[in-house]
């Protein structure tokens, strides 16, 4: 009876995982349980936190249309409203884009709002 020797195929699997983990911290990176059990922790983090990263986005947006509102003298909740009435169909990151770097542009857009 010969016995079974786990050769290429786990060292394999091992290193994948161990290339994976690189960089963490003490025996999570270098013991196989820990580090299989810990990157599977760390696909969790990665998937809430692409969720997060687009609710952080939007929120940063909303935060510089306000922004740029505030000082042509409305408010976002209104130019919201307004631009909706009017018919004009830009999303909060091409509004955010705007107020950012082309104040005169979104300028028109609050004066545009403010007549529909």
Same mark, same amino acid.
């Given at each position: 009876?010969? /016995?079974? @020797?786990? !050769?290429?195929?786990?060292?394999?699997?091992?290193? /994948?995982?161990? *290339? $994976?983990?690189? =960089?963490?911290? =003490? !025996?999570?990176?270098?013991? #196989?349980? $820990?580090?299989?059990?810990?990157?599977? +922790?760390?696909?969790? #983090?990665?998937?809430? !936190?692409?969720?997060?990263? @687009? /609710?952080?986005?939007?929120?940063?947006?909303?935060? /510089?249309?306000?922004?740029?509102?505030? $000082?042509?003298?409305?408010? #976002?909740? $209104?130019?919201? =409203?307004?631009? +909706? %009435? *009017?018919?004009? %169909?830009?999303?909060?990151?091409?509004?955010?884009?705007?107020?950012?770097?082309? *104040?005169?542009?979104?300028?028109?857009?609050?004066?545009?709002? *403010?007549?529909?």
């Amino acid at each position: 009876m010969s /016995r079974v @020797k786990r !050769g290429p195929s786990p060292r394999r699997r091992h290193k /994948r995982v161990f *290339a $994976q983990t690189k =960089g963490f911290w =003490g !025996g999570r990176k270098n013991r #196989y349980r $820990q580090a299989v059990r810990v990157l599977w +922790k760390s696909w969790q #983090y990665s998937y809430i !936190g692409r969720k997060l990263k @687009k /609710r952080d986005f939007r929120s940063l947006w909303i935060v /510089r249309i306000n922004a740029a509102c505030r $000082q042509n003298g409305t408010t #976002y909740s $209104q130019l919201m =409203g307004k631009l +909706k %009435e *009017a018919g004009v %169909e830009l999303d909060r990151k091409v509004l955010a884009d705007m107020a950012l770097n082309d *104040a005169a542009a979104f300028k028109q857009l609050t004066e545009l709002a *403010a007549r529909a």
